[in-house]
């Protein structure tokens, strides 16, 4: 089995930057594809970013050009979130897809962005 444990998020006002990172443990050679989501209250869970074990990313449109991916030692994502938007405050979730069609998630973490 895989474990994820998310750090980073906070309080910070727009414009600003953000890093959240999130450390995979247990079975992680099972580990195929990671990534960030996030929900906002309200609405429901979206993909923000996410990188597969051969690097290949992928962002959502509203992200592009401002966050940025990445994946060390096949064990740690990581995301960059420069400029950033009040509309951008939400939960972020990690998340791992495995080789065994598994989808595992963080506990989640915070990230508001005052105006």
């Known amino acids: 089995q895989v474990q994820l444990v998310e750090s980073g998020g906070g309080l910070v006002q727009a414009g600003g930057s953000l890093r959240l990172s999130c450390a995979a443990s247990g079975s992680i050679l099972s580990i195929s594809r990671m990534g960030w989501y996030r929900q906002a209250p309200g609405k429901e869970r979206e993909l923000v970013a996410r990188i597969t074990k051969g690097g290949i990313t992928t962002y959502a449109d509203s992200v592009k050009g401002r966050f940025t991916v990445s994946r060390d030692n096949g064990k740690t994502v990581s995301l960059q979130m420069n400029s950033l938007k009040p509309e951008d405050t939400a939960v972020y979730y990690c998340?791992?897809?495995?080789?065994?069609?598994?989808?595992?998630w963080g506990q989640g973490t915070q990230v508001t962005v005052s105006s």
């Open positions: 998340n791992a897809n495995t080789l065994q069609s598994d989808s595992v």
